[in-house]
């Protein structure tokens, strides 16, 4: 199983921020926004990850994250030119996926909640070829939007006017590699992108399509906006202060899944040790050791 982040975009919505920068390197709270995907996929013990980039951030991306191997993961980049759809990102990692399952992720989504993991590993093969995670909002006609009948998916409306529901489909999705092929032939939306919502119906009506809600006790932001970003940050810190651990922490998940040693551990603290970040890492090298 491999990995794709998708954190291409024009950020539109938090112009001048990201008229210089991808709204996916911006901070939220103490960490860059993309880690906070990436951290999502690691637990679910993916190693192998592909990031989407436009053309003129990639190399900011790269300076960034680097190679993955200081996170014990191995990370590849393309670029998107232009913002043609989420679908595209199936398309554009066709030869990096080589007929495996996916878990796609879009960059500007931060999930929290237990077993999340479990879901995103366990395989698709079977009945169920592909996996959308669904969470309650208030505003469901922003979203693409999942409904049931008898228990089961039976339509995703995207941005409907008259909500059957309401949960939105999230910005995580687990496919089997059948998704390539969908997405490459779908017709493009009539604002030009190959749209993720067609792929998700495919399944759906052939039977193969299961939906995880996200309920109580699991948070999903989608940090798109200025006021969800501080919205974001605010949850970050709020749950870092009181529980004493650090949410996102790749170094942290890199160790607990066995990819890094501890002496790995504790050089990435010491070259960080000037920031709250490297000092939580020294925590867990003095508990460690």
Not at 26 to 43: E, F, R, S, W
Not at 150 to 177: D, F, H, M, W
């Amino acid at each position: 199983m491999k990995g794709i982040v998708l954190a291409g975009g024009k950020g539109s919505r938090l112009y001048p921020l990201t008229l210089p920068i991808s709204k996916q390197l911006l901070p939220v709270y103490d960490k860059p926004m993309i880690y906070y995907p990436l951290a999502t996929l690691m637990q679910a013990g993916i190693r192998e990850i592909m990031v989407i980039t436009d053309t003129q951030q990639q190399q900011s991306f790269k300076d960034l994250l680097g190679t993955g191997s200081h996170w014990g993961i191995e990370l590849v980049y393309v670029t998107q030119d232009a913002p043609r759809g989420i679908a595209e990102a199936l398309i554009l990692a066709e030869d990096f996926l080589s007929g495996d399952e996916v878990v796609l992720i879009l960059g500007d989504n931060l999930f929290h909640g237990p077993s999340l993991a479990e879901k995103l590993s366990a395989s698709v093969e079977g009945e169920s070829r592909a996996i959308v995670f669904a969470h309650p909002v208030r505003d469901p006609e922003r979203y693409g939007v999942i409904s049931f009948e008898n228990g089961c998916p039976a339509r995703i409306v995207e941005k409907p006017s008259s909500p059957e529901s309401n949960l939105a489909v999230t910005g995580l999705y687990k496919y089997s590699n059948e998704a390539v092929e969908v997405a490459r032939n779908l017709d493009p939306s009539p604002r030009g992108e190959l749209e993720i919502t067609d792929v998700n119906n495919h399944f759906l009506r052939n039977r193969a399509l299961a939906c995880f809600t996200l309920g109580p006790g699991y948070a999903w932001l989608d940090t798109g906006t200025p006021e969800a970003m501080l919205q974001a940050s605010e949850f970050v810190h709020a749950l870092q202060e009181r529980q004493g651990v650090m949410i996102a922490c790749l170094e942290e998940i890199a160790f607990e899944n066995g990819w890094i040693s501890l002496g790995e551990l504790a050089k990435q603290a010491d070259a960080l040790k000037s920031s709250d970040y490297g000092q939580y890492l020294s925590s867990i090298v003095s508990r460690e050791s």
